[in-house]
């Protein structure tokens, strides 16, 4: 007989989802008990002699585990203090999957590419910047390129600069994606001509427990929540897959990889809290059950 842990927290901002629902279905089926952690509901005291962290009357230092479904938090002070709350969790005591410094590294893109180029995995010709000279100057030469936000989930930012208007207006273009989404800083990436699909691969524990390829519908972005449809996939991306979650430490990680039209493979995103909605539809594998039992497992 296998071993579980007590309890099991689900860290969400969004605790009625049906990844959530899942989740708590499946934990109850192995006999451990779940605890939905609404971010914002999620008190911290602190003193000389105590550090006490409760939602809604409940001690969280009592978790064994905490499993960070989504960190949210587009404004930074929500951010710091969801990272704060997670580090002082962990300082405490509970696990966290991923763990706070793996979440921390795939939130941020210029991290993560770093991570990615460190173990010699390919990856789309990158540059980061906070030059907008140096952003125009990459545009002109790699025309057309993508332009992406240093931080970001589910496609918010990505841009495909292609136009001929844009490039002639190129200073215009970067100074209003840097207001709405850069704050300051650039990810440009050469643009990897693709069949019109890239491919999600979901690994776990360093096996990849399911893949799907994400169709796009006439734009640049795949991602299911923003329009992408999924369907199966037949293109072994395994060993790379697996290779990019052991770049970022992640336990449990979602990786965007593309072929281009001579069947090469390019990793585009690793994210850290990724979903299965789509996942699930293409796939006779029931992924919250296997989550569950993973994460579970003393």
């Known amino acids: 007989m296998t071993d579980r842990l007590s309890q099991i927290g689900l860290f969400s901002s969004d605790p009625w989802s049906s990844r959530v629902q899942g989740l708590e279905f499946a934990l109850q089926s192995l006999g451990v008990s779940s605890l939905r952690v609404i971010p914002w509901k999620v008190v911290r005291i602190g003193s000389s002699d105590e550090h006490h962290i409760v939602s809604e009357g409940t001690d969280l230092t009592d978790l064994d585990l905490l499993l960070v479904l989504d960190l949210g938090a587009n404004d930074i002070g929500a951010f710091f203090n969801r990272v704060g709350l997670l580090s002082a969790l962990a300082e405490l005591g509970v696990i966290i999957v991923n763990s706070v410094s793996s979440i921390l590294l795939m939130r941020n893109k210029a991290e993560t590419m770093r991570k990615l180029v460190s173990a010699k995995l390919p990856v789309p010709r990158t540059l980061i910047t906070e030059s907008m000279e140096d952003a125009a100057r990459f545009v002109n030469d790699n025309f057309p390129c993508v332009l992406k936000p240093i931080t970001g989930f589910g496609g918010l930012g990505v841009q495909l600069i292609d136009r001929d208007f844009d490039l002639e207006h190129i200073y215009d273009y970067l100074k209003f994606h840097s207001q709405m989404f850069g704050k300051g800083a650039f990810i440009l990436q050469e643009y990897i001509r693709g069949p019109g699909f890239d491919i999600r691969a ?8 399911a893949t799907m390829q994400r169709v796009s519908h006439g734009g640049l972005v795949t991602n299911i929540h923003s ?3 999924p369907r199966l996939n037949d293109i072994d991306v395994t ?16 990786v965007d990889i593309i072929p281009d039209r001579s069947g090469d493979m390019w990793v585009l995103e690793v994210n850290a809290t990724p979903g299965w909605t789509g996942l699930q539809r293409v796939t006779g594998l029931n992924i919250a059950e296997k989550v569950a039992d993973a994460i579970s497992r003393i």
């Open 202 to 209: 979901f690994v776990l524990d360093g096996e990849v427990i």
């Open 227 to 229: 329009g992408g449809t």
């Open 239 to 254: 060993e790379l897959a697996i290779n990019s979650a052991e770049a970022v430490k992640g336990r449990l990680v979602g």
